[in-house]
């Protein structure tokens, strides 16, 4: 039986990442002051490839292989095969096996939450060795067990003389320094800027330690990701956070490596139960901002005028499906309020306290915790946060630079979902990294989409974000339009069937 060992196993925090595969439940009452629907007209796009249906068709099954892109023979193939949506899989498995000039059998799986997302699918890690294969087509069987159905796909692997750059020679390497041990693949940007990255690394790490006001002297290990992971960091047994150049989610090294280690001690600091919204809360407060350095306090009180604000027990309860940025910003909005409130020692003090609730509810635990430490309800103390909100003074650009932040973040979540799904949070595709390194495995972090459309979108990605950063928000807009745009023609693609489900891009499929 194959399970995803080798994924992380414990739980992944989902940093600088977001919404739900639901739609946001966020309706815009009040227009942006620069944001408007767009006329013009949309541009002609060729069918990607690389497509994945999203959300999947309700009655089937979709497979996607690892690595991203064409495979090649070498690889260490990995294969997920998603369940439809909403149909029960307990007591189900997958059995796969290849067809070549012999039968290759890759095993059985069952079911089982993957992800934040915890999407249903049977998932076979790094499954089938095709070192010593001829290029060319090999046919995948799969059964579902025991009622079916049961299909079968041609896959094409090419020669390995193809792969691309910067393999084949492209492999791991550590880097041990006072406060980390940093890996990373030889041959990509963070090999190339390696003394910068290390330098981030150690000031981050430092300023983390003393912001949390610990003493740690473990190394912690961080993993350099040469794609776009969702939105470009985790925390789970290490820090893995994303350097390239034209990172289309955006983010800031220094700020994420400091997110992520404040996570790192936050666990290790431990707590019976520490709420998502106050986990994430907190690495933003003690980081001065979620994507950015940014006045958490002022920032949530734009969030009320815009309409966007979230009561605390619906976000608390719902923290991962709400909506990302804005769930992020009154998490550490609110942390800065308790701390200026009540003090670091007493806010500590009662985040460590938090006990489960018999409900299972995260919002009656710290409802419970407050009323414990601090002689208010939830609800009163939010009522008290909210009177500081509607205290403050708000600079007008802000509302410009939060409402098209949250639309950049969505655009960028949209893409993924349609155009690059390994990469979306919720159900990212991400090995656990000593294992690759003990296996000498690299495509899978390397290889990434990298279709006409895929590369067109993220320079458009990146462009409203350099335009965000730089304050100017009619540029930020017209940019995020055009990606918008270009995404809806995809979906409408998808929907007409005239795009290519990812796994078929050499592919062509038959039923048994
Ligand atoms: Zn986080």
């Known amino acids: 039986m194959r399970r995803a060992l080798l994924l992380f196993s414990l739980v ?9 595969l639901a739609p946001s439940p966020l309706v815009i009452s009040q227009p942006s002051p620069t944001f408007s629907p767009s006329a013009t007209p949309q541009p002609t796009l060729t069918p990607s490839p690389t497509v994945t249906p999203t959300p999947l068709a309700p009655e089937v099954f979709a497979v996607r292989l690892h690595p991203d ?29 290849v067809n070549g000039d012999s039968t290759i059998e890759l095993g059985s799986s ?38 079916g159905p049961a299909w079968m796909e041609t896959v094409h692997i ?20 006072d406060c980390c041990q940093v890996h990373f693949i030889t041959g990509t ?34 993993t350099i990701l040469p794609r776009v992971l969702g939105h470009g960091g985790f925390a789970g047994n290490g820090v893995y956070v994303s350097y390239l150049d034209n ?12 997110h992520e280690m404040i996570h790192i001690l936050d666990r290790r600091l431990g707590g019976e ?20 350095k940014e006045p958490l306090i002022s920032r949530a009180a734009a969030l009320l005028d815009l309409g966007w604000y979230l009561p605390l027990t619906q976000l608390v309860d719902s923290f991962y499906t709400s909506q990302h940025e804005i769930g992020y910003l009154q998490g550490g909005a609110l942390v800065q309020f308790m701390v200026n409130r009540f003090g670091w020692e007493e806010f500590s003090k009662f985040y460590r306290d938090i006990q489960p609730h018999a409900s299972g509810e995260q919002s009656k635990a710290i409802d419970q915790a407050v009323q414990t430490h601090f002689g208010l309800t939830l609800v009163q103390m939010e009522g008290r946060f909210i009177t500081e909100l509607n205290r403050q003074h708000i600079n007008p650009d802000m509302y410009d630079d939060l409402f098209l932040s949250v639309k950049y973040y969505d655009a960028v979540r949209r893409y993924q979902q349609l155009l690059d799904p390994s990469a979306y949070f919720l159900t990212a595709w991400l090995p656990d990294g000593e294992q690759m390194r003990q296996r000498g495995i690299v495509a899978d972090y390397l290889r990434r989409p990298s279709t006409p459309e895929n590369l067109a979108i993220e320079e458009l990605l990146v462009e409203v974000n350099k335009q965000l950063r730089a304050g100017n928000y009619t540029d ?7 990606v918008n745009e270009r995404l809806t023609l995809q979906q409408d693609n998808i929907l007409v069937g005239t795009s290519i489900p990812f796994l078929f891009q050499h592919i062509g499929v038959e039923s048994k």
């Open 110 to 147: 069952e079911f089982g939450g993957y992800g934040i997302g915890e999407r249903m699918q049977a998932t076979f890690s790094w499954v089938w060795d095709t070192a010593d294969l001829d290029p060319g087509d090999y046919r995948i069987e799969f059964a579902i067990q025991p009622d």
């Open 69 to 97: 892109g064409s495979l090649y023979v070498g690889d260490q193939v990995s294969i997920e095969v998603i369940s439809p949506e909403g149909v029960d899989q307990e007591e189900k498995n997958v059995r796969v096996q």
């Open 476 to 482: 930020a807009e017209k940019a995020l339009i055009q």
């Open 158 to 177: 090419l020669p390995a003389i193809e792969v691309p750059s910067p393999e084949p020679q492209a492999s791991w390497e550590t880097v041990v320094t």
């Open 12 to 20: 992944l925090i989902a940093c600088q990442a977001v919404a739900s």
């Open 189 to 222: 940007e963070s090999s190339r800027d390696l003394p910068i990255v290390l330098e981030l690394v150690e000031q981050q790490a430092k300023d983390a330690v003393q912001r949390m006001g610990v003493d740690f002297d473990e190394r912690i290990p961080v």
């Open 273 to 292: 139960m520490r709420p998502s919204f106050l986990v994430e809360g907190l690495a933003v407060y003690l980081s001065d901002g979620h994507f950015k």
């Open 247 to 258: 990172n289309y989610a955006g983010n800031d090294l220094s700020q994420v490596l400091h």
